[in-house]
């Protein structure tokens, strides 16, 4: 290989290097890596599956009846020949959440975690719904940031407190009310509803809809706004 060969040669090289650097980022705690794209976009995959992910954010008190109505709402997509996926925060914290406490630092990072695992759901085109408290609402926006506007559905289980520890399925708002539990959401610890959530599911009074109905109130937002087809 002659001299200027060899120059030239380096020169490409270099500036591969240029450019494979600036290609590289920093995201938190990582350095030097770089997003590795497909040519299978979600586009792709939602057409495939003939649906549009997104994420349905059920929020509300401990005992609202946000895992019945998540379950009831999986069984109603199911039998419409739609692919969803529940994240349930209980069952999250048997295995991707079991280093987490229920201090308020670890909540955030176990909505944080949860969110970006919705987030990978919703670009596969799979409709997922996720079940927990989540009582804060600066850690629901960190959430609906993740996603492309219209992607995050935010849906408030608006049972009264009252109503709530009347239900009390896990005997916890007995628990904290003796003092056994501390930090515990509505006792003595907030719960933040949403300020502006795309749907409202009401329990108040004598109105007390069955889960299946209130899963129908969100079928029928997903249809009116085209979730479930490409």
Same mark, same amino acid.
């Given at each position: 290989?002659? @001299?200027?060969?060899?120059?030239?040669?380096?020169?490409?090289?270099?500036?591969?290097?240029?450019?494979?650097?600036?290609?590289?980022?920093?995201?938190?705690?990582?350095?030097?890596?770089? #997003?590795?794209?497909?040519?299978?976009?979600?586009?792709d995959?939602?057409?495939?599956?003939?649906?549009?992910?997104?994420?349905? #954010?059920?929020?509300?008190?401990? @005992?609202?009846?946000?895992?019945?109505?998540?379950c009831?709402?999986?069984?109603? *997509?199911?039998?419409?020949?739609?692919?969803?996926? &529940?994240?349930?925060?209980?069952?999250?914290?048997?295995?991707?959440?079991?280093?987490?406490?229920?201090?308020?630092?670890?909540?955030?990072?176990?909505i944080?975690?949860i969110?970006?695992?919705?987030?990978?759901?919703?670009?596969?085109?799979?409709?997922?719904?996720?079940?927990? &408290?989540?009582?804060?609402q600066?850690?629901?926006?960190?959430?609906? /940031?993740?996603?492309?506007?219209?992607?995050?559905?935010?849906?408030? &289980?608006?049972?009264? *407190?009252?109503?709530? !520890? /009347?239900?009390?399925?896990?005997? *916890?708002?007995?628990?904290?009310?003796?003092?056994?539990?501390? @930090?515990?959401? @509505?006792?003595?610890?907030?719960?933040?509803?949403?300020?502006?959530? !795309?749907?409202?599911?009401q329990?108040?009074?004598?109105?007390?809809?069955?889960?299946?109905?209130?899963? !129908?109130?969100?079928i029928?937002?997903?249809?009116?706004?085209?979730?479930?087809r490409?």
């Open positions: 290989m002659t @001299g200027s060969s060899q120059l030239r040669r380096r020169r490409i090289l270099t500036q591969r290097t240029v450019h494979l650097r600036f290609l590289m980022s920093n995201v938190g705690n990582s350095t030097n890596i770089m #997003w590795h794209d497909c040519p299978i976009q979600k586009q995959r939602q057409q495939l599956l003939q649906q549009q992910g997104c994420v349905i #954010w059920l929020t509300g008190l401990s @005992g609202s009846g946000k895992s019945t109505i998540a009831a709402l999986s069984q109603s *997509l199911h039998s419409k020949g739609k692919l969803s996926y &529940i994240l349930d925060g209980d069952n999250i914290r048997h295995g991707l959440n079991q280093d987490l406490s229920f201090r308020a630092e670890d909540r955030s990072e176990n944080r975690r969110g970006e695992v919705a987030k990978l759901f919703a670009d596969a085109g799979v409709i997922c719904i996720t079940s927990l &408290i989540s009582p804060y600066k850690d629901r926006d960190a959430c609906r /940031a993740l996603l492309s506007k219209g992607d995050f559905i935010e849906v408030f &289980i608006d049972v009264p *407190l009252h109503v709530c !520890e /009347a239900r009390d399925p896990k005997g *916890l708002y007995k628990l904290a009310r003796a003092g056994k539990i501390k @930090g515990f959401t @509505g006792i003595d610890d907030p719960y933040e509803p949403p300020c502006s959530c !795309e749907i409202v599911l329990q108040k009074g004598s109105d007390c809809k069955s889960p299946s109905d209130m899963a !129908e109130e969100v029928s937002y997903l249809e009116e706004n085209g979730y479930l490409a």
